[in-house]
């Protein structure tokens, strides 16, 4: 694998950590990007100890200012980004009847604006260079909905959308674009999510009963996927979306 620069949001925990971890066993240098500063930099630490080459970077993807400068401080120190993860997600389940501008306006921020903002941030270089690979986190709720994620799911099916047309614009200049979709991953922003919710134990056990294999994903799991989309030998793959789901969504 060559040493290309890959930049992983939502980087310090979960599903984040996990590939953060698979990106530096390829040999990339890898930016850790997450709002969370202290959690970026444990996973950075983590890399670094596994033998890879991780620098902790403090991001808020809602915020233009911090996007712009987090993306230059990453190229001034460890180079031009050629690998972008979009990972970083937030959420609440509540009745759609129940929320407001307010709550839709800090998903659509987070969930789709967020990746949105990343990729333009990124992708000029990629083009000029000719290779780049973008992995945007969906969600196999933005495929087929998901019960008290009513706007969740929009964003999910429009960072679908989103990556397909990327994938379009950008495959003749050597870049793919692609989306790996999780279903129910046991991961710390699941626990928050339910753990809000009064029957937590029951909302698990009702998404591990509706996947096919009867059980919740593993972060390392979605990872692999990740690894794969964004190595060398995936230059042909575009445009694709890839639930990692035990077959929660078949298509």
């Known amino acids: 694998m060559t040493a290309r620069v890959a930049l992983v949001t939502g980087g310090g925990r979960g599903i984040g950590r996990e590939i953060v971890l698979a990106l530096v066993a390829q040999g990339r240098a890898v930016a850790v990007a997450d709002i969370r500063g202290e959690e970026a930099e444990e996973t950075a630490a983590l890399a670094r100890a596994a033998g890879g080459n991780a620098k902790a970077y403090r991001i808020d ?40 501008e307010a709550f839709w306006a800090k998903v659509v921020a987070i969930n789709y604006l967020g990746p949105v903002r990343m990729t333009h941030a990124v992708l000029p270089g990629m083009l000029e260079r000719r290779w780049g690979r973008i992995v945007n986190i969906g969600s196999d709720a933005g495929r087929v909905g998901s019960s008290l994620e009513a706007v969740y799911s929009g964003c999910k099916g ?11 614009e950008s495959a003749r200049h050597g870049v793919a674009a692609n989306v790996v979709c999780p279903g129910p991953t046991d991961t710390p922003l699941l626990g ?60």
């Not at 712009?68 to 009745?95: C, F, H, K, Q, Y």
Request: no cysteine; glycine share 12%; proline share 5%.
């Open 61 to 100: 993807i809602t915020d233009p200012d911090a996007v712009a400068d987090g993306v230059l401080a990453v190229t001034d120190e460890l180079g031009p980004v050629d690998i972008l993860v979009n990972n970083a997600g937030w959420d609440e389940l509540r009745p759609f009847v129940e929320t407001d």
């Open 158 to 168: 429009g960072v679908i959308a989103f990556t397909k047309t990327i994938a379009r």
């Open 192 to 251: 928050e999510i339910v753990g809000g919710d009064g029957d937590g134990d029951k909302v698990i056990g009702a998404m591990t009963r509706a996947v096919p294999m009867k059980r919740l994903g593993r972060p390392e799991e979605v990872a692999s996927a990740v690894a794969y989309f964004t190595s060398d030998v995936a230059g042909f793959v575009t445009g694709q979306t890839l639930s990692v789901s035990g077959g929660l969504t078949m298509s």
